[in-house]
């Protein structure tokens, strides 16, 4: 029902700063959160951070709060992750992903981008 493009990783050092973009389309009313999984080599994928397409709401896991924010233009249907203070550990696979309503399990969602890859360097 939501198309979701990522774009904006790639590689970058220990210490610096990525943006990363979802561009959404199609039925993007249906969606009232807009919410950033991760998912590193071997591992789960991880929730990272959503917002709320309505008042702006914010939440973010514990592992990136003060370092990322995510925020939205609803006008151009697009939701940023501003990356900042990366850390190695912070490499992964970052995807987009659309629901109704909040959850941190990645299980629970239909609509995903293919995702964009940050690379973070020591």
């Known amino acids: 029902q939501v198309q979701l493009v990522e774009s904006g990783g790639g590689l970058v050092q220990a210490g610096g700063s990525l943006r990363l973009s979802c561009l959404a389309s199609?039925?993007?009313?249906?969606?009232?959160?807009m919410t950033w999984f991760r998912q590193a080599p071997g591992k789960e994928r991880e929730f990272v951070a959503v917002?709320?397409?309505?008042?702006?709401?914010?939440r973010y896991a514990d592992s990136v709060k003060g370092r990322f924010t995510i925020s939205r233009d609803n006008v151009n249907n697009t939701v940023y992750l501003q990356m900042n203070s990366l850390k190695p550990e912070d490499t992964a696979v970052y995807y987009c992903?659309?629901?109704?309503?909040?959850?941190?399990?990645?299980?629970?969602?239909?609509?995903w981008g293919q995702g964009t890859q940050v690379t973070v360097s020591s």
């Open positions: 992903a659309a629901r109704r309503d909040f959850t941190a399990d990645w299980r629970a969602y239909d609509n």
């Open positions: 199609g039925r993007t009313k249906s969606s009232y959160v």
């Open positions: 917002i709320s397409r309505s008042d702006g709401s914010t």
